[in-house]
């Protein structure tokens, strides 16, 4: 899970930065380019404009 570990504020500001990917219903809000997510225990930035993949399988870069 992200924040594990983290307390307080620490997870607030984690989880503002990162928050949970929502599949886009279509190009009106879709990800841009360095939109940053978390998905399956994971943090992703997106590589693209109108990104509407999956993290994980295509137009992401997992980050840590």
């Known amino acids: 899970e992200i924040g594990s570990g983290l307390v307080g504020s620490e997870m ?4 503002r ?16 380019a360095g939109d940053k997510v ?8 997106s590589d693209l404009d109108g990104n509407v993949w999956e993290p994980g399988t295509y137009g992401w870069s997992e980050t840590t």
């Open 12 to 15: 607030c500001i984690r989880d």
């Open 17 to 32: 930065e990162f928050p949970e990917w929502i599949q886009p219903l279509g190009a009106h809000d879709a990800y841009s």
């Open 38 to 45: 978390s998905h399956n225990g994971k943090r992703w930035v």
